[in-house]
């Protein structure tokens, strides 16, 4: 286990912003692997969005005993008990006072000594102007990537997760339609007004932007790219054209709800256009 139990609290050198249904936790996974980087025992810290999004700190509380609940069952599945050390920094991490500056620091205190420290949250690429501000100061010498899907695939996929979750199945089209017209699928991916916001911080040599395709057709590419970004040296990576999430194929969305969609996200398919032109979004697919 690449751990330092004595490790001192530090913020992270690199961090996945994004966005929501697109390849993140692919990415983690990924880079989890490779000897020169650490992640935390559980992916999404949260920090930033906790801070700024007040909506979110409805849902935290349940990430993180869902986290600590997945972390236990890895373990046990493998015969194992978790280690001490690891038991040791679940009950830090998850004491209050949770999502302070310190706590932040605190997530990845067990990272060793050479390494890289990474935060892969998605949630946030959503952060309001205010809290993009806040990550510059915060992080001033950090570097990102932001993986963008294709707008209509990515809301679709976050329907079908949210309905899955509620154990919802629409029966009509008309079900789907008033379905489709949940703002959060729009809030999620709108790239529209999130991607200026990070853009107006951090140019091209902090924050590299990469289309979802790109992953399924040319995953060692990808990796290839983000360690070249991030200064690591090559790996040999498992699994890289595995699927993290099956696809949910008892859900199957209308031809006119995802109509609806891409009429609804029109502007995001302009915006992407003129902000990294055609080439870039002929490879959301």
């Given at each position: ?11 992270p ?32 810290a949260?920090?930033?969005?906790h ?18 609940q ?45 390494t ?45 997760m ?13 079900e ?9 699928l729009?809030q ?12 107006g ?16 057709r ?20 498992r ?22 969609l ?24």
């Open positions: 286990m690449n751990w330092d139990p004595e490790g001192k609290p530090r913020k050198d690199f961090l996945c912003i994004g966005a929501q249904k697109a390849g993140t936790t692919w990415l983690s996974q990924m880079l989890s692997q490779h000897p020169g980087v650490w992640t935390p025992p559980f992916k999404e949260q920090f930033f969005n801070r700024f999004i007040e909506e979110h700190r409805k849902w935290l509380p349940w990430h993180f005993r869902r986290s600590r997945n972390i236990e069952k890895r373990w046990t599945s493998r015969g194992q008990e978790v280690p001490a050390e690891v038991v040791s920094y679940m009950d830090r991490v998850t004491r209050q006072p949770m999502f302070t500056n310190h706590w932040y620091k605190l997530v990845f205190a067990p990272a060793p000594a050479g890289k420290a990474i935060d892969v949250t998605p949630e946030y690429s959503t952060l309001p102007q205010e809290g993009v501000d806040f990550v510059a100061k915060f992080l001033p010498r950090a570097k990102f990537v932001y993986i963008i899907r294709h707008p209509v695939d990515r809301a679709i996929s976050q329907l079908k949210n309905l899955t979750r509620k154990g919802r199945k629409p029966a009509t089209v008309e789907w339609l008033q379905e489709v017209e949940d703002p959060v729009m999620r991916g709108d790239y529209l007004n999130y991607v200026p916001r990070w853009s911080h951090f140019g091209p040599d902090q924050l590299l932007y990469l289309p979802f395709g790109r992953i399924a040319d995953p060692l590419g990808v990796l290839r790219q983000i360690e070249d970004f991030f200064g690591l040296n090559p790996h040999d990576y699994d890289m054209g595995k699927k993290v999430f099956a696809s949910g194929h008892a859900l199957v969305v209308p031809d006119k709800a995802r109509a609806r891409r009429e609804k996200l029109e502007p995001q398919f302009e915006f992407l256009e003129r902000q990294f032109g055609p080439e870039f979004v002929s490879q959301f697919r």
